[in-house]
């Protein structure tokens, strides 16, 4: 059973990058029967897909954010990446890793989650 | 304003079934074909309950069940248990590649 682990600050100023990475315990990170996503929740909000990475490094985001981040994959360290540029309060959120499957839709599984607070 | 519109909450005794729809409101999600579920507890990890508009993962009770009509798709929750009362998200897949949510549904399982 896979398991994904997000890492990083939980506390960033606005107006700064916002950092996470998603470490990935087994080698499903080197096969290309995945792809690699980011999803946050703001506090009493709902879900909102952030965007996604394969292991060729294609990447798709929300249009809605498209302007501001960015995604890595890195098959030594097994580690998936976010970043997030100039951060605002509405950035406040626990953001998941998830996996979703190249052959059938469905993020499965996801992450513990981490909060990050955007505050002076 | 989601692409993906779903009833704010529903509610349901024990033992009873309910049934949560989540409707395309635009072309955006094509021929939404690719709508998952996802059942949320606070405080816990979203949990993949359905996929692929009917299918079920490996350990999911087959008291879920989703099904499509047109552009509305649904999620049926048969013999309601306590443990069901949680968040429900629907998510499709678009015409940009991208993934959207809706807005969720609260389960009240009175």
């Known amino acids: 059973q896979v398991l994904l682990q997000e890492s990083g600050p939980g506390l960033v100023k606005p107006s700064q990058t916002l950092s996470l990475t998603c470490t990935v315990s087994d080698n499903s990170i080197l096969s290309g029967d995945y792809y690699w996503n980011w999803i946050r929740q703001p506090a009493g909000g709902g879900l909102e897909w952030i965007g996604r990475?394969?292991?060729?490094?294609?990447?798709t985001s929300n249009p809605s954010l498209q302007s501001r981040v960015t995604f890595s994959l890195d098959t030594i360290k097994k580690q998936i990446s976010l970043r997030v540029t100039s951060v605002t309060a509405a950035d406040t959120a626990i953001y998941y890793c998830?996996?979703?499957?190249?052959?059938?839709?469905?993020?499965?599984?996801w992450g513990q989650g981490t909060l990050v607070t955007v505050s002076s | 304003q989601s692409a993906l519109s779903q009833p704010a909450s529903v509610s349901g005794s024990p033992g009873q079934s309910i049934t949560i729809s989540c409707t395309a409101t635009?072309?955006?999600?094509?021929?939404?074909?690719?709508v998952s579920w996802y059942q949320h507890h606070p405080g816990e990890v979203p949990r993949l309950i359905i996929y692929d508009v009917i299918d079920r993962p490996s350990g999911i009770s087959n008291r879920f069940s989703g099904s499509k009509s047109g552009n509305t798709a649904s999620l049926t929750i048969s013999g309601l248990q306590t443990e069901d009362e949680a968040n429900y998200y629907c998510s499709a897949f678009t015409t940009d590649s991208t993934w959207v949510f809706g807005a969720g549904t609260k389960l009240t399982v009175l």
């Open positions: 635009s072309n955006y999600v094509g021929r939404y074909d690719s």
């Open positions: 998830a996996r979703e499957s190249y052959f059938s839709g469905g993020f499965d599984p």
């Open positions: 990475i394969y292991l060729d490094r294609r990447t």
